[in-house]
């Protein structure tokens, strides 16, 4: 009962074993339709539509703090992880890119942000109560959104 006393609670969801939404499993990675998806502020960067809203909340504050986060990526349609991997290379192979079909942009729960020294502390100490956690231990501009959180 608790979680319905916190300060923001919209609803839970319900995600499968690896923390994805059931709702976009059913799309399909990198096929999530547009009325799913929110945009972020006034950016052309586009998550999941609860991510996009914690993350345009996250980067109001963090302004509010004087502090600047940027996005240089945010959902990945399939096609565009398909030419990411060939342009990078995959994880498996010593690359940058997560194999077609598995990447957390492909679900709209992952953005890649553009921070200064300055915002990456910030982010460590105040992403997670918007949800956001930092993931990939060797890119600390990925982070990804963790849903009931
Ligand atoms: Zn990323």
């Known amino acids: 009962m608790a979680a319905q006393n916190t300060p923001d609670a919209g609803r839970t969801y319900k995600l499968n074993a690896k ?7 059913a799309y399909g990675n990198g096929k999530i339709p547009a009325n799913a998806l929110g945009q972020v502020g006034g950016t052309r960067h586009k998550l999941w539509a609860p991510a996009a809203q914690k993350l345009t909340q996250m980067i109001a504050d963090a302004q509010q703090d004087g ?17 990411l991997a060939r342009r990078k290379g995959l994880y498996s192979q010593g690359g940058l890119a997560a194999k077609p079909g598995t990447s957390e942009h492909g679900w709209g729960m ?40």
């Open 19 to 25: 923390g994805i939404p059931e709702d976009l499993v």
């Open 67 to 83: 502090v600047k986060i940027g996005i240089t990526d945010s959902y990945r349609p399939y096609e565009e992880q398909v030419d």
């Open 110 to 149: 992952a953005t890649d942000l553009d921070l200064n020294p300055e915002a990456l502390a910030w982010m460590r100490k105040n992403a997670d109560r918007y949800g956001f956690v930092e993931n990939v231990k060797r890119e600390s501009w990925h982070w990804a959104f963790r849903p009931n959180t």
